[in-house]
């Protein structure tokens, strides 16, 4: 059974930093990408960020210059690291493991909270 935890989430005022972890464990299988996605309030899930196994990273337009996404190489642990961060940025953040063909898997989820 995999397992998706994320870690990190928490109240920060605006102009401040956040890094978020991300551990995907309880398989043998090779992970194809991992990523970062938010959702606000009566809003789509959205990707802030995603990284593949062979180190290729993708942003979205909003966090460019802000974020940065890694991999703790050979652990299937992803981090984001959020600087400089806005109200706007205020949501939940949900961790994806990718394992290509044999399917996707989610976390629960870590609340980041941007207000003065």
């Known amino acids: 059974q995999v397992q998706v935890v994320e870690s990190g989430g928490g109240l920060v005022q605006p102009g401040g930093s956040l890094r978020l972890s991300c551990a995907a464990s309880?398989?043998?299988?090779?992970?194809?990408?991992m990523g970062w996605y938010c959702q606000a309030p009566g809003k789509e899930r959205e990707l802030v960020a995603s990284?593949?196994?062979?180190?290729?990273?993708n942003y979205a337009d909003s966090v460019k210059g802000r974020f940065t996404i890694s991999t703790d190489n050979g652990k299937n642990t992803v981090y984001l690291q959020m600087n400089s961060l806005k109200p706007e940025d205020t949501a939940v953040y949900y961790c994806?493991?990718?394992?290509?063909?044999?399917?996707?898997?989610w976390g629960q989820g870590t609340q980041v909270t941007v207000s003065s």
């Open positions: 994806n493991a990718d394992f290509g063909y044999f399917g996707a898997y």
């Open positions: 990284i593949t196994s062979r180190g290729r990273t």
């Open positions: 309880g398989s043998i299988l090779s992970i194809v990408a």
